[in-house]
């Protein structure tokens, strides 16, 4: 481990062999840790939490993978993100100091963005709100994509029979 970054000593083992050269830098490396060139293919990741990857391609570093860039993700990938929302939201506002309606949602890739909830669930028996029940959540990057869970349709028990699939638009 250096730093918050944790090396995975198989795949390091499998890319010095190949000849690859990797760093962790908070700033792109103009040189590799022995001083020599860059070249085609030589890595660094930064220490930023989460940690992004960037690859050295026709002299320049490139972002590696999708949403290294903060602000660059794409549909698909908010879409994997908003599947675990509940655990990016801070700041909530909350109904009756209960359950939250509106919260700043922290992205992967450092973007801001806003959650809302669209319904609450409420106890038939005892009237208080236990629940979110539908919500968006907007990614305001190079493009704004806004990640919409509907709201569950329940029976007359208020049980959910009818659980719908995340989307984004």
Do not use: H
């Not at 700041?91 to 509106?102: D, E, H, R, Y």
Request: negative net charge; glycine residues 8%.
């Amino acid at each position: 481990m250096i730093g918050d970054v944790t090396l995975n000593p198989t795949e390091l083992a499998i890319a010095t062999a190949v000849g690859l050269r990797f760093q962790i830098s908070a700033t792109p490396p103009a040189k590799r840790a022995d001083t020599s060139a860059l070249v085609t293919n030589d890595e660094y990741t930064t220490l930023d939490n989460p940690p992004l990857k960037y690859v050295y391609v026709g002299g320049a570093w490139q972002a590696s993978g999708l949403g290294a860039i903060p602000g660059a993700a794409t549909k698909p990938q908010v879409l994997a993100w908003a599947e675990n929302i509940l655990t990016m939201l801070t700041s909530p506002t909350a109904n009756l100091g209960i359950v939250g309606t509106t919260a700043i949602v922290n992205w992967p890739d450092g973007v801001k963005g806003v959650f809302t909830t669209k319904s609450i669930f409420t106890s038939t028996v005892t009237a208080l709100s236990y629940g979110v029940d539908g919500w968006t959540a907007t990614y305001v990057g190079s493009t704004t994509i806004t990640a919409t869970s509907p709201v569950t349709t329940k029976d007359a028990n208020g049980v959910p029979n009818n659980v719908p699939v995340i989307t984004v638009a």
